[in-house]
C-alpha cells in the first residue's frame, strides 16, 4: 500500500468511527427521538448526527478532502449522514478502483436543504425580496402602545418579531400582536411572531465575605507607561 491509498484509508476510517458515534449516540436517545413529532424526526436525528461529528477534529479530514477536491464537509450540518456516507463512497472508489455506488440514505442532501428551507420559513418568516437572511426584531415594550413604531420596523424589513415573555405581561402581549397584525395589513407583508418563553432563573442569596482583597497598583504616567518598578513581596 502506498502513500497515498494509506491516506486515504485514514481517512475512511475517521469518516466510519464518526458514524459508528452517531449510531451509538442515535441508540442513546432513542428514547427522546419517539417522542418527536414524525415530521421533525429527521430533522432530530440529523441533529444528532451533528452532534456526533462534532465530536471529531475535522480538520486534518477537511485538509485532505479539500486536496482530493471533495466537499469538505463544512456545510453537511443540514445532512449529515448523506455527506459522510457519499465521501465514504467516494474515497472507496479511488482507493479500490472501482465504479462509485453511491448509498442509499434517509435524508440526502437535497432533501436535507429543502427541509432546513422550508422550517426556517415556519419558524422565522418570509424572506425579504432581495435579501438572503430574515431579519428578527425583539419587540420593546412601547410596541405595546405605539402601533405606528410596529408599522415603521415592518416597513424597514422586519421578518419575524421576538417578544421576550421576560417581561412586560400577557396584556401587552396580546397589544403587540395586534399591532403587528395591523402592520401586516397596511404594509401587506408577512411577520411571524416568535414567543420567547422565559424560564427557570437562577437566583443567589447573599454571599459570604471573604478575605479583604489587596489592590497592587503601578504609577503610570499619561500614556501609561510605568514610571517606576514595582516590587511585591510574597509570603506565607
Known sequence: MNIKAEKLQMMIELIDEIIQQAAELEKQYAPLLEKVQPRHYKSAQNLIHYRAMRQFDLRPLQKQLGYLGFSRLAKAEGHVMASLLTTRSLLKSLLKHRPLELPAVPLSSKKGQKLANSNAKEL??????????????????????????????LQAGMNSARINCAHDNAESWRRMIEHIRQAENKTRRHCKVCMDLAGPKIRTGPVKEGPRLLR????????????EPTRVWLGT
Open 124 to 153: 422565522l418568516g418570509y424572506r425579504s425580496k432581495g435579501r438572503r437572511t430574515r431579519i428578527m426584531v425583539t419587540m420593546p415594550s412601547e410596541a405595546a402602545t405605539d402601533s405606528q413604531l410596529v408599522h415603521q420596523l
Open 216 to 227: 497592587i497598583r503601578v504609577r503610570k504616567n499619561a500614556l501609561g507607561q510605568p514610571l
